[in-house]
């Protein structure tokens, strides 16, 4: 019995895996061309019409400026990066914010701090593989989803 | 001097890549504004030479942002940068033409716009007016003269509303042609911007409710219904074509990109903000032609519903039994019945022949009758011919008889003649 158990298992194993595996696109570019510019609302909202995403920004004023109602009537930059991730600053920011996208929500995957004093006049490009984040013509730093690839002041 | 040169070399070399970066969103945002200015020039331009300057700074757009093309088509999206550059030229071809067009026919759209402005002021004074009739119909019931008088006045007033607003339409539309697809994007939604402002759609659906309105509020006569119908068929026709135009407009209004359709004032350009709302501009056109549709699908079924109505009316007050009809083909059906249920008894038919046909029908029904709509020339004449020939056999009896007559005088005539002929032939009796 034993031995017919050890007979039989390579061939159920052999059977089970492709029933259990995933299916899975690979080479999936999520990346806009362009970043989208948005207005935080008097909720404390942010909503991109092309790609239809809408956010509460309140949790993310408080985490910048300690104050959840810092951002009403802000206008931020919002691009999402070739991989898939959020990356969302704005002007007096002293981080670039990565957000991966989960079920109804975004989750901070990483506060990249990129000023002392705060930005500017932030912009963000896509660069691929890089998101290029630039302050005026004082400032372009390359940025990857969780650190800062190249920084050029 | 060579300390110096190396300085200014050392600063370029730091500042070039300075210099260099720019953003993408400006870059995009840039080329926007600059297309929007340009068409928003075009859309008012009025002059050739203004036109043909326009052509020189589409082409510096297009020479200036080329580096960028590969960029711009993916971020104009849904348009790529040679078809918004596409776009604008064929604009500037078409307002060339438009503007020519308006300068030999010596028509200026400013006078065009003052026509529209004027026309809808004296719409909207008949539109007092027609309120004022409407209640002078419903004063002068008792008097029939009076009735008659404030029915012609409220029929003429509609008409000429109905003339006014399709003035107005043709004033707007004069500028582009007759082929509306060879019309640009922007220069349609500048159309419904205009028929927008005119209120045209309301004032289309205010007609066909008017009408409604007046065959519910009073009695016509079958010789008001030829000059009705006249004026549905015109109307529905008018307002079949200019359905067909508000269609292109608002598609047009729909495929043009959100920040240029916020500088119009329509209500639909005013709620459009991204995709989803884009959608709503042919909706809500749809919504509107469905509501004129409405209106007139009840002004004909009422209009149907009188005449039909009124002319068996006609029937039973001559004490005249048919079968009911209710359409060209049952009334053409109850006539012919009747008529070859007079041949066939020996019923008179003077009656139904010159009572009620040649004095009712044919002087008063004749017109609405041979509308095509109703029954049509040539079955109406058909009929005719069929009564008349029913009449012309009570004529041939009525002949027989005079005739008779004549032949009875004559004879007593001779009669007498010839007695008084013979009278003196006469022997004289012995006396």
């Not at chain 1, 991730?85 to 929500?105: E, I, Q």
């Not at chain 2, 007092?128 to 006045?153: I, T």
């Not at chain 2, 409220?154 to 509303?161: C, D, E, G, I, Q």
């Amino acid at each position: 019995m034993n031995r017919l158990a050890k007979l039989l298992f390579v061939p159920v194993l052999l059977a089970a895996v492709p029933a259990c595996s995933v299916l899975r696109l690979d080479s999936v570019d999520f990346g806009w061309p362009v970043e989208s510019v948005v207005t935080v609302s008097g909720t404390n909202t942010i909503e991109d019409i092309r790609y239809s995403v809408k956010a509460e920004v309140a949790p993310l004023a408080q985490e910048e400026f300690q104050d959840s109602t810092a951002l009403r009537g802000a206008r931020l930059r919002l691009l999402r990066s070739t991989e898939g991730y959020y990356f969302l600053t704005g002007a007096k920011f002293r981080h670039v914010y990565v957000f991966a996208p989960g079920p109804s929500s975004l989750t901070l995957t990483k506060a990249i701090q990129v000023s002392e004093v705060g930005l500017r006049n932030p912009a963000l490009n896509q660069r691929p593989p890089f998101v290029e984040l630039l302050d005026g013509d004082a400032l372009r730093i390359l940025l990857t989803s969780d650190d800062i690839a190249e920084a050029k002041k | 001097m060579n300390r110096t040169l190396l300085t200014a070399l050392l600063g370029a070399a730091l500042c070039a890549p300075a210099t260099a970066q720019h953003s993408d969103f400006a870059l995009k945002s840039d080329f926007e504004d600059q297309y929007r200015q340009i068409s928003a020039r075009l859309d008012s331009a009025s002059t050739t030479e203004e036109i043909d300057s326009l052509k020189e700074e589409i082409e510096r757009l297009a020479s200036d942002y080329a580096p960028h093309e590969e960029f711009l088509d993916r971020a104009l999206y849904p348009l790529t940068f040679s078809e918004s550059i596409t776009k604008l030229r064929s604009l500037q071809v078409l307002t060339y033409d438009r503007v020519y067009l308006i300068r030999t026919q010596g028509v200026k759209l400013s006078e065009l716009e003052a026509r529209i402005t004027s026309l809808t002021t004296r719409l909207d004074s008949l539109t007092a007016q027609r309120d004022q009739l409407f209640g002078e119909l419903q004063e002068s019931r008792k008097s029939l003269s009076a009735l008659r008088e404030a029915v012609r006045r409220l029929t003429a007033n509609l008409t000429a509303k109905d003339r006014l607003i399709f003035a107005i339409v043709d004033s707007i539309f004069l500028p582009y042609g007759k082929d509306l697809s060879q019309v640009a994007d922007v220069q349609k939604e500048a159309i419904g911007q205009r028929l927008e402002r005119s209120n045209v759609i309301t004032r289309v659906y205010e007609i066909a409710a008017d009408n409604v309105k007046f065959l519910d509020a009073t009695q016509l006569q079958g010789r008001d219904y030829g000059n009705l119908i006249e004026q549905y068929e015109a109307f529905n026709g008018r307002w079949a074509g200019l359905k067909q135009k508000m269609t292109d407009v608002a598609a047009a209004g729909a495929s043009i990109p959100a920040e240029s359709a916020e500088k119009g004032t329509s209500k639909a350009a005013v709620v459009r903000r991204g995709v989803k709302e884009l959608r709503d501009a042919p909706e809500t056109a749809a919504a509107q032609a469905a509501h004129v549709d409405s209106a007139l699908v009840e002004w004909h079924a009422k209009l149907i519903a009188g005449f039909w109505g009124g002319l068996q009316k006609e029937f039973s007050q001559a004490g005249i039994s048919v079968a009911p009809f209710s359409d060209g083909p049952s009334f053409s059906a109850s006539i012919r019945q009747e008529v070859a249920s007079l041949a066939a008894s020996k019923q008179d038919p003077q009656p139904f022949v010159d009572a009620l046909w040649k004095q009712r029908i044919d002087r008063d029904w004749r017109e609405g009758l041979s509308k095509d709509a109703m029954l049509g020339r040539a079955e109406y004449a058909a009929l005719d011919k069929l009564v008349s020939e029913l009449s012309r056999d009570t004529i041939d009896t009525t002949f027989v008889a005079y005739i008779a007559g004549i032949l009875v005088i004559i004879g007593v005539i001779w009669f007498f003649v010839f007695r008084t002929k013979k009278r003196p032939d006469q022997p004289v009796p012995a006396a």
